[in-house]
């Protein structure tokens, strides 16, 4: 179940149940903008908020506000490594900020949209506000996550709907099956792409939320554009790597990579240099993907490839880029 069908199913029945949110943080805090937490009067649902002994003390302090029924949201600033009144008790830096929502009945309905939100698509935002929880499913945010603050109850974080970044693997195999398993844990929206359709793996794949059965030629249409778009190519051998790479090789990704050994690589950069592909394309590829730790198996492939997803992902350039494409929208 996700954070937010657990929430639901808690307000469901009626147990006394809150949602805490990081807002707003700074770099080094151990809780992030976007962490999220569900808990009830008895126990911790799902999520996190930076763990240690802030988020031991702030568990506590929601549950006694859960006890006596207080329906408030409130701010509640974190200071990491500083003795003041917001000291978390932490000594790892930073700053965060962190909304403590109490979740009643009349919040139901947006937990429901928020529990399955797949017959509205992936357009909106929910919003937390001096006000409590709230859906809007006509309008998505300029950036993933937005935090506004005019004064103490004037203030609103919103996030989209739509998932931060895509995942798109294309080849099914058991490289494809243990990097789905993988990305599943790291919010990422799993495709994975083969053109096989009666592979065992494709149809055993229950950790990415698409699986397409189509020819590689169709990937340009297949695959969007976006600086939160991943793509890795680990396919069954050189010749689909090249039909799966001259479809991607020119589209503005955050991240492509293909498997492959040293020779193969080689093979595929002369393939697409002759196809004059832009050196620029192909200087952002990686090739081979994935971080160097000897990995051999699928399983530490897998793994391998992923630690590269996140370097990218967590990196200041892309954020940069993200920044810069969400402003043009």
Known sequence: MTLWAKLLTSVAQQLPTALLVVVESTAHSPGRQGFTMALSSDQVLAGTIGGGPM?????????????????????????????????????????????LCPLYSKDLEALRILADNSPHGLRGSWELSASGLSVNLQQSAAQHRQ??????????????????????????????????????????????????????????????????????????????????????????????DELALQQLINKNLGYLGVMGSSSKIEHLLSVLRKAGTDERNIARLKAPLGAAISSHTAEEIGVSIAAELISIRNSPQLSRGYEQEASRN
């Open 55 to 99: 988020e031991y003390r702030l568990i506590a302090y929601a549950r006694r506000l859960l006890e006596e029924k207080n329906q408030r949201v409130e701010l509640l600033p974190q200071v990491h490594r500083r003795s003041d009144k917001h000291s978390s008790g932490m000594i790892c830096r930073g700053e965060q900020l962190i909304a």
């Open 147 to 240: 935090f506004h603050r005019e004064t103490k109850e004037n203030w609103s974080y919103r996030e989209n709907l739509s998932p931060e970044f895509y995942l798109f693997i294309i080849g099914a195999g058991h490289v494809g099956l243990a990097i789905s398993r993988i990305a599943a844990t790291l919010n990422f929206y799993t495709t994975v792409i083969d053109h096989r359709p009666h592979l065992s793996q494709l149809h055993d794949n229950c950790f990415a939320q698409q699986v397409i059965v189509a020819p590689y030629e169709a990937l340009k249409r297949l695959v969007p554009e976006g600086h939160n778009v991943f793509a890795v190519v680990v396919t069954t051998n050189a010749k689909t």
